[in-house]
């Protein structure tokens, strides 16, 4: 066992060289993690009175910070170290990992920082919000495509470092034959929404916040993933599709290109409804709400029926949900307005009361023969 002395005053130890690595490791360790303390919390309160970008950059930059300390104070103790050969090519071996997962770390860290900049610009919140669904659901797709690229060149670069692996590796690809066939076809689904989810971040068929109509459920696009896509029905509900769902199958987007509706009302009236009327308290309703953006009031007998008239009241507003609040409005006071004014315009059932006459004197002409006779 390798043993090296160590002098306290006049007495001699002697310690074996693992132990002494360990402490020298564990001492290293200690003070990387106490001076990344002392030096974030230093930081940290220098930028609490900055902007917001610079405290957020700070706090995202906690882990990554930590683990570059950390990798540095080790490479150091191992140089101090009394390591045998085999145990020095184990720490190298252990501190190239350490360091390329560091890279992939900030890279990750750098993607997102410039991502949350960049989208900045954007409120989603604004009425007409278009641009900003279009740059958001970009960027976001393509942050997760990213990190997805990170994380397997990664991977990859670690595998890489191993001379097994690499050996493995270049043995596999020369004869990649039935092998990648079968991976090919183990990976499809992964690969299929990968590739969907590049192509819906360059084509946009779908945005944040779009307003869908999907296999029969109406909501809105709450998030989008690398790999499914979350829609926020109307009653809360969630409906998860896979990305590739929107590339293969129709679905119907009410705000590809204007967040802007037009809503229409049907009503059935009988024919002695004055339209002029209805269609003067259609324009005053659509005026005396502010769910109208001003743009589309229109009031038109489209089809007659046995007994009624179908009657299409179009309205327009700005958002989807703005337009199905004005439907309702519109709905709820027509009708009370033809309660009110006219009542007969309500569809009936008529019965005709006219006597027969022809019946009538059928009957009468036995009557007064009786009355001859």
């Not at 890279?107 to 989603?124: D, G, N, S």
């Not at 046995?306 to 409005?329: H, K, N, P, W, Y």
């Amino acid at each position: 066992m390798n043993q090296t002395p160590i002098w306290l005053g006049e007495t001699m130890l002697t310690l074996p060289n693992w132990l002494i690595s360990l402490a020298v490791f564990a001492g290293a360790l200690a003070v990387a993690i106490m001076a990344h303390r002392i030096i974030f919390t230093i930081v940290t309160r220098f930028v609490a009175q900055m902007d917001l970008f610079w405290r957020s950059l700070v706090a995202r930059t906690q882990g990554p910070t930590r683990f570059a300390v950390i990798t540095i104070a080790l490479g150091f103790a191992a140089s101090l170290s009394p390591l045998t050969s085999g145990e020095a090519a184990l720490i190298r071996q252990i501190l190239l990992l350490c360091f390329i997962a560091l890279v992939a770390w900030i890279a990750t860290t750098a993607l997102h920082i410039w991502t949350t900049v960049y989208l900045r610009r954007f409120k989603l919140d604004a009425d007409d919000n278009l641009l900003a669904r279009k740059h958001v659901t970009q960027t976001r797709i393509l942050r997760r495509v990213g990190d997805i690229l990170i994380v397997i060149v990664g991977v990859a670069t670690m595998l890489m470092t191993f001379d097994s692996v690499r050996q493995y590796g270049v043995s596999l690809l020369a004869s990649a034959g039935a092998a990648g066939l079968v991976v090919g076809l183990a990976l499809q689904p992964v690969l299929k929404n990968i590739f969907a989810g590049i192509q819906l971040a360059v084509t946009q068929p779908i945005r944040i916040d779009d307003a869908l109509l999907v296999e029969g459920e109406w909501g809105n696009v709450e998030e989008i993933t690398s790999t499914y896509v979350v829609l926020r029905l109307w009653d809360w509900r969630r409906m998860i599709l896979p990305l590739s769902y929107f590339i293969e199958k129709p679905f119907q987007n009410w705000t590809r290109d204007n967040a802007a509706l037009i809503g229409s009302v049907m009503i059935y009236l009988d024919y002695e409804t004055p339209i002029d009327a209805l269609r003067a308290e259609a324009e005053r309703i659509a005026a005396a709400t502010p769910l109208w953006d001003g743009r589309v009031v229109n009031v038109q007998v489209t089809d007659f029926k046995d007994s009624t008239m179908e009657i299409r009241i179009l309205v327009s507003a700005r958002t989807a949900g703005q337009a199905f609040d004005l439907r309702c409005t519109v709905r709820e006071q027509i009708v009370a307005f033809l309660q009110r004014e006219h009542p007969r315009a309500l569809p009936r059932l008529r019965a005709d009361t006219t006597p027969d006459r022809s019946a009538g004197r059928a009957e009468a002409a036995p009557a007064r023969e009786r009355t001859a006779h």
